[in-house]
């Protein structure tokens, strides 16, 4: 009885037709899985992306600190100068310094909403787009895992053939 090894080592046609099968299978689950790499292609714009965001977050809450600095600033002055308050240079220079800075903040706010908003449209579309695509992608690995399945069935099938026919020689 010849066994599967000696077969393939011997240079039968079932053994050779099994050799370039799992060429052709490594092949074809490679080339199925392409997405992936286009895949960690979009990560780091999507990041930076992100980070962007995160950046104005930041600017947002600085401006969130400066302003209440500020205003508790402006409310100290106030109690110490008393009532005459109204005409003293540092409460207006002040004054005008807050004004500023919630004009800033007003801004700021605005442009992290807006980034936010591009972003959560941004992450819908390309969590809709990736899921169908890797759906897809499965869809055509499974169909080549089966295409595979089905010819090594057919070549061990062979094996089995060339087998029986040399045991009963």
Request: with cysteine; net charge neutral.
């Amino acid at each position: 009885m010849v066994s599967l090894q000696q077969a393939v080592a011997g240079g039968t046609s079932a053994g050779t037709t099994f050799a370039v099968m799992a060429l052709q299978f490594v092949l074809r689950t490679g080339a199925s899985l392409v997405f992936l790499h286009d895949w960690w292609v979009l990560v780091p714009e999507v990041v930076a992306s992100l980070q962007e965001r995160e950046d104005a977050l930041g600017a947002v809450q600085l401006l969130k600190d400066e302003l209440q600095a500020k205003q508790a600033t402006v409310a100290r002055l106030a109690s110490e100068v008393g009532p005459a308050a109204t005409g003293d240079r540092r409460l207006v220079a002040l004054n005008a310094t807050v004004h500023m800075l919630q004009d800033k903040l007003q801004l700021a706010c605005g442009q992290y909403h807006m980034l936010k908003e591009r972003n959560q449209s941004e992450l819908d579309r390309l969590h809709l787009q990736r899921a169908a695509e890797f759906k897809a992608a499965l869809t055509k690995f499974a169909k080549i895992q089966l295409q595979l399945h089905e010819a090594c069935t057919a070549v061990w099938m062979g094996v089995v053939g060339q087998l029986a026919q040399q045991q009963e020689t």
